[in-house]
């Protein structure tokens, strides 16, 4: 079992929480970790987002994958592993900055949008691919890619998912999903968080 998978394993959905404030983020990451989700993103488009990786990776530990998303610069990986984080997510494919994270340690899901960047992300020795944005990668063409993908490299859609997208997406070979404003908007409070939460983890456990 590969790191990634002992999360992915146990619920293949990352909650993406775009726009927290730190002072709110551990009762929402609490409702999140109770619903069953093991993975948690916070964007760097996000005010103050390194003391709120920092504050859920110091509450629950080895346990959940806490990570940062719209990673861009080595800086931001620097600052990332100071904060315990241990996941690196972006909205494109670099892989010089692919390398940078795992020189690192982390674990990273780059963003790719075609066969090219999919591959040569996958050189770069990445551990899954983030699908983005799915609006414009429907399942059909998921369906394509993972015909020629490696079997053993998880694919994640990501952008405008909803529990009721899920399943055609699944079918198409995605192993899991990243999840944004349908599951945390900001503004949001923990009880909203925890019933959409479990919205997404009903569907995805139906199949």
């Known amino acids: 079992m590969t790191e990634l998978a002992s999360f992915t394993d146990r619920l293949p959905l990352v909650a993406i929480l775009r726009g927290i404030q730190p002072d709110e983020v551990l009762p929402i990451g609490r409702a999140l970790v109770e619903a069953g989700f093991a993975i948690l993103?916070?964007?760097?488009?996000?005010?103050?987002?390194?003391?709120?990786?920092?504050?859920?990776?110091g509450e629950f530990g080895a346990d959940t994958l806490v990570g940062a998303g719209t990673m861009r610069t080595t800086a931001d990986l620097d600052r990332l592993v100071q904060a315990g984080g241990r996941l690196m997510v972006t909205p494109h494919g670099d892989?010089?900055?692919?390398?940078?994270?795992?020189?690192?340690?982390l674990l990273t899901l780059p963003g790719v949008a075609t066969p090219t960047e999919a591959f040569?992300?996958?050189?770069?020795?990445?551990?899954?691919?983030?699908?983005?944005?799915?609006?414009?990668?429907?399942?059909?063409?998921?369906?394509?890619?993972?015909?020629?993908?490696?079997?053993?490299?998880?694919?994640?859609?990501?952008?405008?998912?909803?529990?009721?997208?899920?399943?055609?997406?699944?079918?198409?070979?995605?192993?899991?999903?990243?999840?944004?404003?349908?599951?945390?908007?900001?503004?949001?409070?923990?009880?909203?968080?925890?019933?959409?939460?479990?919205?997404?983890?009903?569907?995805?456990?139906?199949?």
């Open 41 to 57: 993103e916070v964007p760097l488009n996000s005010p103050e987002p390194f003391e709120s990786i920092a504050r859920l990776a």
């Open 95 to 105: 892989p010089a900055l692919i390398r940078a994270a795992k020189a690192r340690g």
């Open 120 to 207: 040569a992300a996958i050189d770069a020795g990445t551990d899954g691919l983030k699908l983005f944005p799915a609006e414009m990668i429907p399942p059909r063409v998921v369906k394509a890619l993972r015909a020629v993908l490696p079997r053993t490299m998880p694919v994640f859609p990501v952008g405008g998912i909803e529990p009721d997208s899920m399943a055609v997406y699944r079918a198409a070979g995605a192993n899991g999903f990243g999840l944004g404003s349908a599951l945390y908007k900001p503004g949001m409070d923990a009880a909203a968080v925890a019933e959409r939460a479990r919205a997404f983890v009903t569907a995805w456990r139906n199949g």
